[in-house]
């Protein structure tokens, strides 16, 4: 017959595995569905019910680890290293790569620190798996707000490879807003044309910009960066 051991919480102290258990299970989903919510209303591809599954899913392995350990080869820290390698391999699934640029880094991220909330719940802490929650809640929901109300111009440059110039285009489609051009130039290759062109402008209208430009199907690959201004206006460029 199996025993099991009694099962610690924060500010509690020892439980009955099963309310013990319950407990953590209740916590887990309702931490991993607050971030799920916040990812599933902006159309990420991990939403509510992969949010909750890795919440759920990383506080099962911990909590079962720390049950099972007798001392010995049953160590719970090995348990904790092959849930992060695991949870690797779900975030490289949600990294995309296409035309020059990279998405899905946040959503990755995400994923990562959802699972230390499991984590951190399944080891019987779920007052500072909650602070934590908290904590990644306002950098997604109010970070992000705040930066794109100071609306800094900023220094990009910006390569855009097609059949040919570019550049009319650029001049046309910037002119319309608050940037400033500083340099513009094509490089013509055997079988195809580079439009190069440092720009200031500020961050949210130059991604707005860019994801127009992708929308050409006659353009190849955009690639974009931020470099320093005095480099820029210099015709100098560097990658960031």
């Known amino acids: 017959m199996i025993h099991l051991k009694p099962v610690d919480i924060e500010l509690i102290g020892q439980m009955n595995p099963y309310l013990g258990l319950g407990l953590e299970m209740i916590t887990s989903f309702i931490l991993g569905a607050l971030v799920g919510l916040d990812r599933e209303n902006k159309l990420k591809s991990a939403g509510l019910k992969t949010n909750i599954l890795i919440c759920l899913g990383s506080t099962l392995y911990t909590a079962v680890s720390l049950l099972i350990y007798e001392g010995?080869?049953?160590?719970?820290?090995?348990?904790?290293?092959?849930?992060?390698?695991g949870v690797?391999?779900?975030?490289?699934?949600?990294?995309m790569h296409g035309k020059g640029s990279v998405?899905?880094?946040?959503?990755?991220?995400?994923?990562?620190?959802?699972?230390?909330?499991?984590m951190t719940v399944g080891a019987g802490y779920?007052?500072?798996?909650?602070l934590f929650t908290l904590t990644v809640l306002f950098v997604l929901r109010i970070l992000d707000p705040i930066y794109k109300a100071m609306n800094f111009a900023r220094c990009f440059h910006l390569e855009i490879y097609s059949d040919r110039s570019y550049i009319d285009l650029i001049k046309g489609h910037f002119s319309r807003k608050s940037a400033e051009i500083?340099?513009?130039?094509?490089?013509k290759l055997e079988k195809e044309v580079i439009t190069k062109?440092?720009?200031?402008?500020?961050?949210?209208?130059?991604?707005?910009m860019v994801d127009l430009l992708r929308q050409d199907k006659k353009i190849k690959k955009v690639i974009h960066y931020h470099i320093d201004s005095e480099e820029a206006q210099n015709g100098d460029y560097f990658s960031t």
Do not use: H, Y
Request: no cysteine; charged share 10%.
């Open 88 to 95: 690797g391999f779900l975030g490289a699934g949600a990294i």
């Open 126 to 130: 779920p007052i500072i798996a909650t």
């Open 72 to 85: 010995g080869v049953n160590d719970p820290n090995r348990t904790a290293a092959q849930i992060v390698s």
């Open 103 to 118: 998405s899905g880094l946040t959503t990755a991220a995400t994923i990562w620190m959802v699972a230390a909330v499991g």
């Open 197 to 208: 062109a440092n720009i200031q402008i500020n961050t949210k209208e130059f991604k707005f």
């Open 182 to 187: 500083l340099d513009i130039w094509d490089v």
